[in-house]
């Protein structure tokens, strides 16, 4: 629109309302250009988006419940996630305590079999009493000294076979208690890593509830 200055009163008037126009919509369309580049920066993270999902990490789900966009999720899990670490002093990448493979708990079995104590003088003992019970069944038959040695002799098997039997029931039961004690060593592991995690999460969630979030 192009106005043109005249001296007439009319035309005075005519053109100082053409360039109050003019100048209006000049203004008008700054101020939608100044209000574009506001919104764009408004929409714009203040900070760097991380490229993955820090409560994915932790098995969490979290869901925006103030129309956040994904971006500003992203930074509001990183930074949660930092802080949860420093107020709960566990650092969630730790790996969980793996549990005992079969050759774990072998390998103890096998350790605690040859660490049980085993029992000696089975032998000795069983010959002593054979011999005696052997000298009186003797006796009775007129040759007490025959008697004896039959007896030592049976004494000396029968001592042996309790002796054997004795020791491999300790051997069993030292390996048992071996294995035993390797799954109890990794429960008590797992649960105090459990425990930790459980802590670090519960800081975590309550970081994402402060900032508008559901954490599940």
Do not use: W
């Not at 799954?183 to 309550?206: E, V």
């Amino acid at each position: 629109m192009i106005c043109t200055r005249l001296t007439n009163p009319p035309f005075v008037i005519a053109t100082t309302a053409c360039m109050l126009i003019v100048f209006l919509v000049g203004c008008s369309k700054k101020s939608d250009t100044s209000s574009d580049t506001v919104s764009a920066a408004e929409r714009a993270p203040a900070k760097p988006v991380p490229s993955f999902s820090a409560a994915q990490k932790v098995g969490l789900y979290v869901f925006p419940g103030r129309n956040q966009t994904h971006d500003q999720q992203l930074i509001d899990e990183s930074e949660c996630y930092d802080l949860a670490q420093q107020q709960s002093g566990v650092n969630p990448d730790m790996g969980a305590p793996a549990p005992p493979t079969s050759a774990d708990i072998q390998a103890a079995q096998a350790q605690g079999a040859a660490s049980a104590p085993e029992a000696k003088g089975g032998r000795v003992r069983g010959a002593a009493r054979g011999a005696a019970g052997g000298a009186m069944l003797g006796a009775i038959g007129g040759d007490a000294g025959k008697g004896a040695a039959m007896g030592a002799t049976i004494g000396t098997v029968r001592g042996g076979r309790q002796q054997r039997q004795a020791n491999a029931a300790s051997k069993e039961q030292a390996a048992n208690q071996a294995g035993a004690q390797v799954q109890q060593q990794y429960s008590q592991q797992r649960a105090a890593y459990d425990q930790q995690i459980g802590s670090f999460k519960r800081a975590f969630s309550a970081c994402l509830d402060s900032r508008g979030y559901s954490v599940k």
